[in-house]
């Protein structure tokens, strides 16, 4: 140890330390003894022992626990993991400071070998850990379990969450682009597979048409491919304002010579309509209410409620009618 760094750096610090503390008449020390040069002082002793210490301590032997990563290679392209393998292995080492410190900033990667099917941790670690001891591997072992590999097209099933803005309403249902989605995995495991879910997703006070890309989850944890990572989710989004129209009663399969009246004879339909299809809505002839035959047949009350009936390519929402309920009568053949 005498010839040793730790002899050379003490040495140069015993003649810097000389050199500081020298005394002889009118040394500069004696001249210009500041509480600035006190500090320096102080501070050079504190930080020669903390490097002492350290470079000391790192010559002694300690016990250390540590987590190395797993890496998993060699997976036949026919085949396919039913489950995964732990993704870290805690080892216990024993080793020099300075051979633990290195280990953990640099932790090796610990490789599984798929073709081997059963793979003895406590020989992969100690082929990566040659200069420490190697106390104890959890897990020991690790079993892959594999099988067949097939694929599937399942669709895509959307999770976002959409809310618009007071006054504004979907038209129609949302579209997803690509719908669906090709997967290879497990048998096992694809046999159940029904859907791919995209990923939780929140749109709040929507006001227009939306196109966003959404990813799609993995719920799988890896254990399953799928050949697109995310879909575009789509839906139009429009400005809805109120309309109201008169409108007429008719009734629906009525025999031939049989005419009935309504009282009153039409009624006032109230709905919301898109900004953009206000005046198709107030000129659609398609847009009426009806009673069944059968419904005004077997009434007893005298009192008939007509169903709404609403025009083809409309996006019409929230139509209440007044009234509600209508009289009526058989209109008798006219004498010959």
């Known amino acids: 140890m005498a010839d040793g760094p730790f002899h050379t750096f003490s040495s140069a610090l015993s003649r810097r330390m000389r050199f500081i503390f020298a005394d002889s008449g009118e040394s500069r020390f004696g001249r210009d003894r500041t509480p600035r040069r006190k500090g320096l002082v102080i501070t050079l002793c504190v930080l020669t022992s903390a490097v002492l210490w350290f470079m000391f301590s790192m010559q002694e032997t300690y016990t250390q626990f540590f987590e190395f990563p797993t890496l998993l290679q060699n997976v036949p392209p026919e085949q396919a993991l039913t489950e995964l393998p732990p993704s870290t292995v805690r080892v216990q080492v024993e080793g020099q400071g300075v051979q633990l410190l290195r280990l953990y900033y640099k932790p090796p990667v610990i490789t599984l070998d798929a073709a081997n099917g059963t793979i003895d941790l406590t020989v992969a670690v100690a082929k990566v850990t040659p200069s420490v001891r190697m106390e104890s591997v959890m897990p020991t072992q690790v079993i892959l379990a594999l099988e067949p590999r097939i694929m599937r097209r399942i669709p895509i099933r959307s999770r976002v969450v959409l809310s618009t803005e007071s006054g504004y309403h979907?038209?129609?249902?949302?579209?997803?682009?690509?719908?669906?989605?090709?997967?290879?995995?497990?048998?096992?495991?694809?046999?159940?597979?029904?859907?791919?879910?995209?990923?939780?997703?929140?749109?709040?006070?929507?006001?227009?048409?939306?196109?966003?890309?959404?990813?799609?989850?993995?719920?799988?944890?890896?254990?399953?491919?799928?050949?697109?990572?995310?879909?575009?989710?789509?839906?139009?989004?429009?400005?809805?304002?109120?309309?109201?129209?008169?409108?007429?009663?008719?009734?629906?399969?009525?025999?031939?010579?049989?005419?009935?009246?309504?009282?009153?004879?039409?009624?006032?339909?109230?709905?919301?309509?898109?900004?953009?299809?206000?005046?198709?809505?107030?000129?659609?002839?398609?847009?009426?209410?009806?009673?069944?035959?059968?419904?005004?047949?077997?009434?007893?009350?005298?009192?008939?409620?007509?169903?709404?009936?609403?025009?083809?390519?409309?996006?019409?929402?929230?139509?209440?009618?007044?009234?509600?309920?209508?009289?009526?009568?058989?209109?008798?053949?006219?004498?010959?």
């Open 170 to 336: 979907k038209l129609g249902v949302h579209v997803l682009f690509p719908d669906s989605v090709t997967v290879s995995g497990g048998a096992s495991i694809l046999e159940n597979l029904d859907y791919w879910p995209t990923q939780n997703r929140l749109l709040e006070n929507v006001r227009s048409p939306i196109r966003v890309v959404v990813p799609l989850s993995d719920t799988l944890a890896r254990l399953v491919d799928a050949d697109v990572g995310s879909t575009e989710y789509q839906v139009d989004v429009q400005l809805f304002t109120e309309a109201s129209r008169q409108v007429e009663i008719r009734v629906e399969d009525a025999p031939s010579g049989r005419e009935i009246t309504f009282v009153p004879a039409s009624t006032l339909i109230t709905f919301q309509v898109p900004l953009k299809q206000y005046s198709r809505a107030l000129e659609a002839t398609d847009f009426y209410v009806s009673v069944p035959f059968e419904e005004i047949r077997a009434d007893t009350t005298g009192m008939v409620y007509p169903h709404v009936h609403l025009p083809e390519g409309l996006a019409i929402r929230e139509s209440r009618i007044s009234p509600d309920a209508f009289g009526y009568f058989f209109n008798l053949p006219e004498r010959q």
